[in-house]
C-alpha cells in the first residue's frame, strides 16, 4: 500500500500521467471534477491540461479510458483551448477508441467527435475521420461512417462537406465487410435526404442491386427538406429561434431554409474531373481529316465515348474545338455533323464554364449549319448550342448571333430565333440588360415581318420570352412600331413560356414557385440542371403559369412609345397607334382627291391647277390655313401631299408658290401622322428644290419636318439616293450641307455609315467644288461621331483632297458631338427615365462601332503563319510576329474570326525572348483596337495569358502587358476578365510582381464598376493570402485592393470567407477588414457608365448635356458656316437660324477665319476634377519649380490640348513673344463671351500665366497682368472660388512679381491681389504671401509686407495663419531689415495690427531688439496722433469670411447654395454705400430724394410746428431701439472684439467642412445657455439665422447624398443645429431681433428638413423631426410676431407658386398659420397689422379667389378667410384703418372681403360698434341699418344724376360723408362712368373749399384716382411733412407709417441675404456712422424736446389750417 500512498500525493497531472493504472484512473477522476467546477471557458485553468487531452482518450487500460473518455468531453465542451486538441484527439479517438469492443467507449469516441465538431473544427474532424475510412480494421470503418452519418444527419450539409465523402462512397459500396456496405447504405440514404438527386450522377456505376436497394430507401424518405437539428457555437441563438418558432407551430424558417441550401449542392461539384485529352486516340487528328468517312466517324464515336464523362478536367481543349467546328462546319456528311455536334455537346456539359472561351469560335458555325433540314441534325445542333450557351453569356455570342439573323436561309433565321427563346428563358432582369436587349429587338422585330410563317413564329417566341423575363417596361420601346395584332400575338406567346429559373426549387415537388432562387440559379441552377438526361427538363414549368390578364393588352398601346430610346433619333414618338403609319398602304389618286376634299375647302382643290399664278398663291395660302387648323388625327398627311404634287406639282414655276407649297409640306409632316408612303411622294421634289436659292431654304425645313416624322436614317438614305441619282451638282452640295447639319440636330444613331462613306466618295470625285466642299464637311460632321477611325476609308484619295479632309477633321479634334436637339423631344415628353437616358448617347457610340466596315483575316493567317510564329529560331518567330502586325495594320478593322492566331500568340507570351514578348504584346494591343469588343472572346484564351505576364521580373515587359491589358478591358468591359476562376487562378500563383500588378489593376477597375459577376467571390481567399504575403508591395496592394472588393461582395461574405483562415491570420485579415469597411467607396451611380467606347468621337458624346447651356449668341455672330467646333461649344445649334444662312457653298477663301471661328476653350466635363487627381495621385508632376522646366511646359500642352482649341494653343505655346501678346488678346476677347469654358479650364489658364512670369518680355507681362484684372473681376462676379490646386499653383509665381522693379507692374500686381480676395479666402492667401516675404528681392519682401497691413486691416487679426503670434513674430523680424523700404513696411503693418488690436500685439511679437522696440513704440505714437479708424475694419473681416465658408463648402462655381453666395456677393460689392446700413424697411425709403431736396427750406419754417403740443407722440416709439443698438457706433474696443470673434464663429457654422461647423455651434451654444452672455449675441441673430439655414441648405443638398459621409456625422450636426435654435429661441429678446427674410428662409429649411424622407430612414431621424416640431413652435411662439406671421405668410405664397413645391410643404405652412391664429387673441396688441393686411393684400393679388378656389386642396382659402376673420373679430371695424399701406385700396379684393365680414358680424349683433378713425376719431351715434343707408345714399346719388339737383345732391353726399367718415360709397360709383367719379370727386372738393372758406383750387391738384378725398388725405400730407422734419407720428395702435400719396412700391419681404447685407454693412460703416448719426439727430430730433404735440383727439379744422399754412409757405 505503500506504492498507493505515494501516487496519492501528486499532483493531478502527475497522476495522469502515472504509469499505474489506478492512479491514472484516480487522476482522470480528479480531472474530471476540476473541469466541471471551472466555470469561465476563458479560465486559465484550462491550458494546463492541454497536454493530457490525447492521453485522456488513447488510455491503453479500457477501464481508464472510459473514465478518460469522458473527462476529455467535458474538456472538450468547455474549454475555449479544446481547438487546438482536434488533430491529435481525433486521430486518437479513430485509432484506439472506434475500436474498442465496449459500445460505451464508442459512444463516447462519436460524442467527442460531434463536440469537436460543434466548437467549429469541423474540416478537421471530417479530415480525420476520412482518413479512418482507410482503416484496415472493419470496426474502425464502420465507426468513421456511423460518426459521418451522425454529424450530416445533425449539422447538416452546410458544416459537413459532402463532396469528400461522396467520393469514398463507391468504395465502401465494394467493401468485402457487410458491416461497412450496410454503414454505407445509411450514410448514402442520409446524403440523398439533404441533396436528392444530385447523389444519382456519382453512385450510377454501384453494384445495380445495391442501388436498387437504395432507390427503395430513397422513395421511403420524406420529401419536405431536412433542417439541422444541432448547431454550431456560433449559430446557438439560430437553435433557439427554431426552437421558439416550431413551439409556435410555425415553420416558416424550413422554407427558406431549403431555398437557401438546396441549390448549393450541385451534382457537378460532386463529380471527379476526368482528364481525356490525353485519352483521345494517337491518330485522331489525322483520321479526322480522312478521305473516307467511316475514318473520320471512327475518330468521332472514340471522343464521344470520352466526352459522356459527366465532368471533365480542365485543360487545352483548343485543337479538339476546333477540329469538331471543322466537321460541323464542313463535312458534307450530316451523320457526323450530329455526331460531331453531340461531341460538341458533351464537352460543353463536361467543361461548363471553362468551355466558355470556345463558345465564340462554335457559335456561328453551329448557326450556319442549321441550314440542314434534316431533325436528327437539327436536334443534335439545338443540344449543342444550348449545352454551349450555358457555359458562356449571351452577351459574349450577341455579335456572333446578331450577325447570323440577317442570312437570307429562312431555316437559319428560325432556329436562331428559336436559339434565342431557349437563351432567354435562361437570363433574369439583370442579365438581359437594355444594351443587350435593344439588338436582340431589332433583329427579331425584322423577323416578325418576315415572309416565311415559321420565321414570323420563332420571333414572336423570342419575342414573348424576353418580355416575360424582363416585362414589358423593358421592352415596350423597342415594340414602339409593331401593329396591335402582332403585338398581341407576342404576349400570347410570354403567356406561354416557361423559364428555366426555379427548376431546383420545383424539384423538390412543393409548390414552391422559384422566388427565393433566382439570385443564385442564374449561376449554378441554370448550369447545374443540365446533366445529359436533364437537357430537355422544364419539368416543374406550369407552376410559372399564372395566367396574366389579357386586360392588359390593348389599353397599354399608347405606352410603347414612351421612352425615348428606340435607337434611332429621330423616331417621332407620338401617341401609341400612330407609328404603325410607318407601313400607311398607298392610295390611289380618286381616294385622295376625296380624302383631301373632305378636309380643305372646295375652291382650294379647283384652284391647285390654275394657270393663274396668283389663283395657285391664294389658294396655297387656303391649303395651309386649313392644315395649320387641322387635328393630327384627323390630317390625312398622303391625301394632302398628293395633293401638292399634283399637276404642276413640283414643276410650279412660280417661286412664291413653291414656297408656300413647300413650306405646307414642313407644316404637314410636323402636325400630322406622317408616313413614309407619304414621304416617298414629296421627297423627291424637296430634293430637286434644294438647290434652289429662292425655295432651298423651304425645302431643307420641310426636309428636316420630314426627317423628324420618319427619322432621320431612313430620310437621309432616301434623300441622298435621289440626290446623286440626278446630276444638279447645287442639289448634291446642298443636299450634303442639309445633311450635315441634320446630323448635329438629330444625333448620329441609327445611321448607315457605309452607305453614307460610298455617297461621300462619290461626291468626292465630282467635278464641282461645292459638291467636294459640302462632301468634306459633311465627312467633318461624321467625324465628331465615328472618330479618327473614319480617316481610313479615304486614304486612297488623292493627296491634295486627303489633306483638306484632314485639315477638316483637326478642327473637329477634341471635341465632342452636340447633343441632338430633334427627334428627341418628343421623348423626352413622353417620360424617359433619367438612366435610360443617360445610357443613349453610350449607344450611340456602339453603333457606329458596329457600323465600320470590318476585314476578314482568317484566310491570311494561314498554317505557315502560325508554324513560323511557333519556331524555334527566333528571328524566324520574329518574322511571323512582324507579318501578324503588318496583317492587322493593313486591314484597319477586322472580324472577330482570326482562325490559329490566338493559340500561336498565347505560346509566345511566354516566350524566352523578353522582345518578342513584348512585340507579342503590342501585337495584341493593335488586336484589341482592330477587333473593337467583339474582343471579348477571345478573353478566356488570350487575354488571361496576358495577366500571366504581368508576373513578369523585368518591368518594361511588366508594363507592356498592364497597357495590354487596359487596351483589351477597354473594348471588352470587366466582366468577361471577372467570370469564372482564371483570374483567381493567376492570383493564386505566388509570384509577388504578378500579385502587385494584378491587385493593382483590380483596384482601378473595380471602383468603376456597378456589378461584378459572382466568381470575384473566388479571388478573395488568394486576397487574404496576399494580405499576409512575404512581399511588402504585395501587402499594400492587396490592402488598397480590400475595400474595393468589399464594395462589390459586401462585408459580410468576405468575413466569412475568413473562416478558413487560421486563427492569427483570421483576427488579422478581420482587422484589416473592419478598417476597410469604413473606407468602403459607394458603387459608382448610373450615369457613370462610362464603359468607354474605342472611337473617339463617342466617349465624349456621353457628356453633351453638360455643355447645352452656353448661351446661343455666338451662334448668330460667327460667320455662316456649320462650323462643328461652334456646334460644340453651344452644345445647341441654332437650329432653323443656322438652317438657312449656314452654308457657303465654296470655303476655300475663308480658310485662315475658319480656322479660328468658334470658341478657343471647350468645355471637358469633369476634367478639371480629373487633373487634380492626376496631380495628386502623383500620375503628372506637381506645379512646383524655382525656373520651368520643359517636361512643366510639355504637361502643360498635353493637358491644354483636349480643352483648348489648337490653333489658339500654337500661339500660346509659341516661341516668339508677339505670338502670346496675340494670344492674350483673344483670351482677352473671348473672355466674357466664354466664361464656362475660362472657368473649366481656368488651372491650366492660369498655369500658363505662371510661365508667362518667368518671360523677359515686359509688354507679354502687363498684357498678362491685364488679363488677370479682367479674370478675377469676372470670377468674383460668377461666384467663383479658387480651388488649392489652381491657388498653390498660382500665387507663388505671382507674388514673385510684386518685386518688379517697374512701379506700374508691381501696382497691377497688387490690385490683382486684392481682387483675389474676393474669390480665395484672405485667411489662405496670408501664408502664400508671408512666404514671399523670405524672398532674396528687398522690393518684394516690402511690397509682401505692405499687403499684409492690407490684409490685417481689411480683414482683422484673423486672417494671420497659422496663428497670429507666429505670424507678428516673422513679421517683426523685418524691422530689423538691412532695407530702409522693408523696415518702414514691417513697422507700417505692425502699427496697422496695433490699431485694430491695441497693446496685446507687444504680447504677440514677443521680444524685440531694443532698437528695433524704439523704432517701433515711436511710429506708434505718430500713427496714434491721427484719427484711428480701426473697429470699422475690425468687423469688416466679416465678408471674406463669408467667402470662405463657400469655398470650404467647396461650392465651387453655382453649387447647390448658389442663391446664397451671389447675394453674398452683392452684399461685398455693395458694402460701401452707407445707406445700405440700416436696415430700413422699404416703406421709410421712398421719399428721401424728394425729402432730401427740399430739407432747407423745411427746416426754416420749423417754428411754426413747434407751438402745437407734439410731445406724447415720442413717448411710445420704440421701433428704433434695436436699429441704434445695430449700428450702435460706441463701442468700446473689447466689445467691438467680441464681435468680431461672434462673426468669426458665425461664418464657420456654415462651413462645408461637419466638424468645424458643429465646433462653431458648440461655441455659440455655450454663449446662449449663459444669460450673461447670451447678450453678446444680440445684433448677430440673423447673420447667426443664416449661416444657419446655409448649413441646412448644404446639409440638404449636398451632406446628404454624400455616401461616403457617415449618416451619424448628420444627425449630430442636426442635433447641435435644433439645439442652438432652440437655446436661441428661448430667449424671448434674441429671438424677437430676427426679420422677416430670415424668418422666411428658415422656416423654409426646418418645413423641408421635417419632409425629408432620407432622415426618416436614419436610426435617429425620428428623433430629428421630433426636435425640428419642437424648434418650429418655438419660432412661432418667440419671434416677433409681425415677422413671423408675415414670413408665413410670404412662404405659403411662394409655395403654392412654386411647381416643384410638394403639397404637403404647403400644408406644414398652413399649419404654422393656424397656430399663430390660436396665438392672435394674446398677441394681436404686439402685431403692426397694416403690414400684415398689406401682405394679405399681396397675397390676393397674387391669387384672386377664383385662382384659390382651383387649388386641389381648400385649404388655403379656408387658412386665409380665418386668419381675416380672427383678426376683424378682434380688431372689429378698426381693422378698416390698417390698410395704409396698401397703394390702391380700389383694386384690393381685401378692403371689400373685410367690409363685408364687418357688416356680416354687424348684421349678426345688430348693432354697429363705436368705431374710431385715425382722421377726426369722430364717433357714429345712429345706429341705423344697412338697407337704410344704402337708400339714403341711392338717393343722393339720384339727385347727382339729375341736373336740378346736382348741387344740392353733392351737398348732401358732402355732408353724409363728413358724418360718417368712414362711409364705403365706393360701390355706388362704381358702376358709373370714370367722368362722372371725378365729377363727383371735383364737386366734393369745391363744396369743401367752398366751406372752409379758401376760395376754388385747380382741378387738376388733389386726387384723381377714385380714392375718397377727406381730412384723412391732409392729414397724411401732414405726417410726411412733420417726418421730415424729424417730428415722428405715433399713434397707440401702431408704429408710424408713410403717407398714402407718396405711394411706396409694394415692399417685397426683404430677402434673409439682403438682411446679412446689410449688416454687414452696417459693422462696415459703424465708425463713420458714428459721425454722420450726431449731425442727423441734431437735425432730426432738432428740439424735440421742446416740441409739444395736439392731442389725437385735435381737431381736424386745425390740422387743415396747419396744412394750408406749410403750403403757403413753401410757395
Known sequence: MGDDSEWMKLPVDQKCEHKLWKARLSGYEEALKIFQKIKDEKSPEWSKFLGLIKKLVTDSNAVVQLKGLEAALVYVENAHVAGKTTGEVVSGVVSKVFNQPKAKAKELGIEICLMYIEIEKGEAVQEELLKGLDNKNPKIVVACIETLRKALSEFGSKIILLKPIIKVLPKLFESREKAVRDEAKLIAVEIYRWIRDALRPPLQNINSVQLKELEEEWVKLPTGAPKPSRFLRSQQELEAKLEQQQSAGGDAEGGGDDGDEVPQIDAYELLEAVEILSKLPKDFYDKIEAKKWQERKEALEAVEVLVKNPKLEAGDYADLVKALKKVVGKDTNVMLVALAAKCLTGLAVGLRKKFGQYAGHVVPTILEKFKEKKPQVVQALQEAIDAIFLTTTLQNISEDVLAVMDNKNPTIKQQTSLFIARSFRHCTASTLPKSLLKPFCAALLKHINDSAPEVRDAAFEALGTALKVVGEKAVNPFLADVDKLKLDKIKECSEKVELVHGKKAGLAADKKESKPVPGRTATSGAAGDKDTKDISAPKPGPLKKAPTTKAGGPPKKGKPAAPGSTGSAGTKNKKGPETKEIVEPELSIEVCEEKASAVLPATCIQLLDSSNWKERLACMEEFQKAVELMDRTEMPCQALVRMLAKKPGWKETNFQVMQMKLHIVALIAQKGNFSKTSAQIVLDGLVDKIGDVKCGNNAKEAMTAIAEACMLPWTAEQVMSMAFSQKNPKNQSETLNWLSNAIKEFGFSGLNVKAFISNVKTALAATNPAVRTSAITLLGVMYLYVGPSLRMFFEDEKPALLSQIDAEFEKMQGQSPPAPTRGISKHSISGTDEGEDGDEPDEVGTDVVDLLPRTEISDKITSELVSKISDKNWKIRKEGLDEVAGIINEAKFIQPNIGELPTALKGRLNDSNKILVQQTLNILQQLAVAMGPNIKQHVKNLGIPIITVLGDSKNNVRAAALATVNAWAEQTGMKEWLEGEDLSEELKKENPFLRQELLGWLAEKLPTLRSTPTDLILCVPHLYSCLEDRNGDVRKKAQDALPFFMMHLGYEKMAKATGKLKPTSKDQVLAMLEKAKANMPAKPAASAKASSKPMGGSAPAKFQPSSAPVEDSVSSTVEPKPDP????????????????????????????????????????????????????????????????????????????SSCVAKWLQDEMFHSDFQHHNKALAVM??????????????????????TLRFFDTNTSVLMKALEYLKLLFTLLSEEEYHLTENEASSFIPYLILKVGEPKDVIRKDVRAILNRMCLVYPASKMFPFIMEGTKSKNSKQRAECLEELGCLVESYGMNVCQPTPGKALKEIAIHIGDRDNAVRNAALNTIV????????????????????????????????????????????EEKPPRMQSINSNANMLRKGPAEDMSSKLNQARSMSGHPEAAQIVRREFQLDLDEIENDNGTVRCEMPELVQHKLDDIFEPVLIPEPKIRAVSPHFDDMHSNTASTINFIISQVASGDINTSIQALTQIDEVLRQEDKAEAMSGHIDQFLIATFMQLRLIYNTHMADEKLEKDEIIKLYSCIIGNMISLFQIESLAREASTGVLKDLMHGLITLMLDSRIEDLEE????????????????????????????????QDSLLATASSPKFSELVMKCLWRMVRLLPDTINSINLDRILLDIHIFMKVFPKEKLKQCKSEFPIRTLKTLLHTLCKLKGPKILDHLTMIDNKNESELEAHLCRMMKHSMDQTGSKSDKETEKGASRIDEKSSKAKVNDFLAEIFKKIGSKENTKEGLAELYEYKKKYSDADIEPFLKNSSQFFQSYVERGLRVIEMEREGKG?????????????????????????????????????????????????????????????HSKLSQLRESREQHQHSDLDSNQTHSSGSVTTSSSSTANIDDLKKRLERIKSSRK
Request: glycine share 6%; net charge positive.
Open 1661 to 1692: 431621424g425620428q428623433q430629428v423631426i421630433r426636435s425640428v416640431n419642437l424648434l418650429v413652435v418655438k419660432v412661432l411662439e418667440k419671434s416677433d410676431q409681425t415677422n413671423i406671421l408675415s414670413a408665413l405668410l410670404v412662404l405659403l
Open 1896 to 1956: 376754388r383750387i385747380p382741378a387738376s391738384t388733389g386726387n384723381t384716382n377714385g380714392e375718397e378725398v377727406g381730412p384723412s388725405v391732409y392729414l397724411e400730407r401732414l405726417k410726411i411733412l412733420r417726418q421730415r422734419c424729424g417730428l415722428d407720428n405715433t399713434k397707440d395702435e401702431r408704429p408710424p407709417l408713410t403717407s398714402l400719396l407718396s405711394k411706396p412700391a409694394v415692399p417685397p419681404v426683404a430677402s434673409s441675404t439682403d438682411m446679412l
Open 1392 to 1435: 496697422t495690427v496695433y490699431n485694430v488690436h491695441g497693446d496685446q500685439v507687444f504680447k504677440l511679437i514677443g521680444t524685440l531688439s531694443e532698437k528695433d522696440m524704439s523704432m517701433l513704440e515711436e511710429r506708434i505714437k505718430r500713427s496714434a496722433k491721427r484719427p484711428s479708424a480701426a473697429p470699422v475694419k475690425q468687423v
Open 1125 to 1200: 467646333k461652334k456646334a460644340k461649344a453651344l452644345g445647341v445649334s441654332s437650329k432653323a437660324k443656322s438652317a438657312q444662312g449656314k452654308k457657303v457653298p465654296s470655303k476655300t477663301s475663308l480658310k485662315e477665319d475658319e480656322d479660328k471661328s468658334g470658341p478657343i476653350f471647350i468645355v471637358v466635363p469633369n476634367g478639371k476634377e480629373q487633373r487634380m487627381k492626376d496631380e495628386k495621385g502623383l500620375k503628372v508632376l506637381k506645379w512646383n519649380f524655382t525656373t520651368p522646366r520643359d517636361e512643366y511646359i510639355e504637361q502643360l500642352k498635353t493637358q491644354m
Open 1228 to 1249: 482677352v476677347d473671348h473672355l466674357e463671351s466664354e466664361k464656362e469654358g475660362v472657368i473649366g479650364c481656368l488651372d491650366l489658364i492660369l498655369k500658363w500665366l
